[in-house]
């Protein structure tokens, strides 16, 4: 098989997985509620094909089509081309879905580019199967997601202590066949209407708990896999009213393994502490989140443009509050290209051969999310009530009521009232429908909460010497450092005794 078009993706999911929506059991290639989102993932496929100078290359081993996103980055003309498949999927959905499968396919070709983290294991078996598995994914134009995030339903102790340790995901037992994994996992965006789920890690593990410290890649519908998808927020509408929640409701789940094999084939970290503490540090930041940017700096384009819009069919757009909102989108979206040319600029060997972007690019984890809740926030601002006085197309064209709605909805600036309409509809489904509030849940937390990603980057600075400014300034100006006061207050008997 080469890169697969929509209708070979909406084949591959029939079969008998088991995905509940509330307590129904159902199947996703039928039911009513899931056929906006098939079409929007089928689009996406057709889509690389639409655009395939851009998304797809030849694998000069195979001689076979596969998106750019598989491509393991050798040298800058690599990152490149990345950056242009990157920057062409995200517009596929203006940045709205953040899981279509080029999302995993760049962690998954970041880690196969890690054959010396790999080997650390001291059994090359582990790198081979996941080479073997990224040339299956190429070779079959899989769509996959991922589960990485610990259980961790009691914060109050460590991710993997107390009544975390029993929920999850970790081996109960080994088999000829394979591992059997039990637990779960938070969460998997695509979950339901993926063809393979890929376990990799995430947090680090502390000695003593290896039997979570696993990586594997099966299909959604392997026995035992339970998909327990959220409430769904696709309509059933038309793209011109609901651009967004009529095809792009990626679906969240939690996926339960429910005592699953993982066949011995598919399993590529299997308790080595060493590998799987140091694969996420050796990639997810140079490698994934070049996509991830690069995503987020098109979404940002949609929002800017969206806005000005916005501001023009109200004739707000002179005024220097409405200029200054969009000035402040603008200048987010300037940061957020040049991070990431920046990072691409400076980008190096990581080790093993691997040419990821320069690490600052993740500077961008830490201001994104609150970025893109900005934006939303924006959005209701300018909007105001217009956000909800929006007739749909077809209202338009009713015999009684169109003509009201042409009297008495029309745009400022000339603009036609369908035109005021679809641009407010637009403006809903990205900030303020039941989609909306999900994507921006998404925004704030799909690459870890921000605190932990600040907490991290601090300690990246210590760890690159990131400090010496402030003796600098004093010794700059002639004053002695001040010495430590070592075991100063030893003679100091306490008081209040
Ligand atoms: C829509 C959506 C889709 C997702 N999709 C996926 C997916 O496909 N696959 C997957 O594996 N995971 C997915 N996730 C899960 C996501 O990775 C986790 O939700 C994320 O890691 C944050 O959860 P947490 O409990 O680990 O947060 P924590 O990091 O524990 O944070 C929880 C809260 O504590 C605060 N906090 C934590 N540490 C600090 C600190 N040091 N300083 C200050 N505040 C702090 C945070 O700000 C936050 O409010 C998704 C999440 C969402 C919301």
């Given at each position: 098989m080469t890169a697969r078009n929509g209708n070979q993706y909406r084949t591959g999911l029939a079969d008998d997985r088991e995905v509940w929506l509330g307590d129904e059991r159902i199947d996703v290639t039928v039911h009513p509620a899931f056929a906006g989102s098939l079409n929007g993932m089928a689009g996406y496929f057709d889509y690389q094909h639409k655009y395939s100078d851009d998304c797809l290359m030849i694998d000069p081993e195979t001689g076979q089509e596969h998106n750019v996103s598989l491509l393991r980055p050798r040298n800058r003309e690599d990152i490149e081309r990345r950056h242009r498949a990157f920057d062409r999927l995200a517009r596929y959905s203006n940045g709205m879905l953040g899981r279509?499968?080029?999302?995993?396919?760049?962690?998954?070709?970041?880690?196969?580019?890690?054959?010396?983290?790999?080997?650390?294991?001291?059994?090359?078996?582990?790198?081979?199967?996941?080479?073997?598995y990224w040339r299956l994914v190429q070779e079959q134009d899989l769509a996959l997601t991922h589960t990485i995030v610990h259980a961790a339903i009691d914060k109050s102790v460590?991710?993997?202590?107390?009544?975390?340790?029993?929920?999850?995901?970790?081996?109960?037992?080994?088999?000829?066949?394979?591992?059997?994994?039990?637990?779960?996992?938070?969460l998997a965006t695509l979950g339901p209407i993926a063809d393979e789920l890929y376990v990799y890690p995430a947090t680090p593990i502390q000695k003593g708990f290896e039997e979570y410290a696993l990586s594997f890649a099966i299909p959604v519908a392997s026995r035992g896999v339970v998909v327990v998808c959220r409430d769904h927020y696709g309509v059933d509408m038309d793209v011109a009213d609901r651009p967004f929640s009529s095809r792009f409701d990626e679906q969240d789940a939690v996926?339960?393994?429910?005592?699953?094999?993982?066949?011995?084939?598919?399993?590529?970290?299997?308790?080595?502490?060493?590998?799987?503490?140091?694969?996420?540090?050796?990639?997810?930041?140079?490698?994934?989140?070049?996509?991830?940017?690069?995503?987020?700096?098109v979404k940002l384009e949609f929002a800017y443009d969206l806005c000005t819009q916005m501001a023009k069919v109200t004739a707000t757009d002179g005024k220097p509050d409405v200029a200054s909102l969009l000035g402040e989108i603008y200048s987010y979206l300037r940061i957020a290209r040049s991070v990431v040319a920046d990072a691409e600029n400076r980008a190096s060997d990581w080790g093993g051969g691997a040419f990821f972007c320069h690490d600052d690019i993740s500077s961008l984890r830490t201001v994104l999310p609150i970025w893109m809740a900005r934006v939303n926030d924006i959005i209701k601002t300018m909007g105001s009530h217009n956000l909800l006085a929006?007739?749909?197309?077809?209202?338009?064209?009713?015999?009684?009521?169109?003509?009201?709605?042409?009297?008495?909805?029309?745009?400022?600036?000339?603009?036609?009232?369908?035109?005021r309409a679809r641009i407010f509809r637009t403006a809903w489904d990205?900030?303020?429908?039941?989609?909306?509030?999900?994507?921006?849940?998404?925004?704030?937390?799909?690459?870890?909460?921000?605190?932990?990603?600040?907490?991290?980057?601090?300690?990246?600075?210590?760890?690159?010497?990131?400090?010496?400014?402030?003796?600098?300034m004093f010794a700059e100006a002639g004053i002695a450092p001040v010495p430590a006061p070592a075991d100063e207050f030893d003679d100091v008997v306490p008081t209040g005794a």
């Open positions: 279509t499968p080029d999302y995993v396919n760049v962690v998954l070709a970041g880690h196969a580019s890690r054959q010396d983290i790999y080997d650390r294991s001291g059994d090359p078996v582990y790198f081979q199967r996941l080479e073997a460590g991710e993997l202590q107390g009544i975390n340790e029993e929920l999850t995901l970790r081996v109960v037992e080994r088999t000829e066949q394979g591992v059997v994994v039990r637990g779960a996992k938070m996926i339960i393994f429910d005592d699953v094999l993982v066949p011995w084939d598919r399993v590529f970290i299997d308790g080595d502490l060493g590998v799987y503490n140091a694969i996420n540090a050796a990639t997810a930041t140079g490698n994934t989140q070049q996509q991830t940017a690069i995503r987020a700096a929006t007739p749909t197309a077809r209202a338009f064209e009713d015999p009684r009521l169109g003509p009201l709605l042409h009297k008495y909805l029309p745009g400022a600036n000339g603009i036609a009232p369908e035109e990205f900030a303020g429908s039941a989609l909306g509030s999900r994507i921006e849940l998404y925004e704030r937390f799909y690459l870890g909460s921000v605190g932990r990603a600040r907490a991290l980057d601090h300690k990246k600075a210590q760890a690159k010497g990131e400090t010496g400014a402030f003796a600098a």
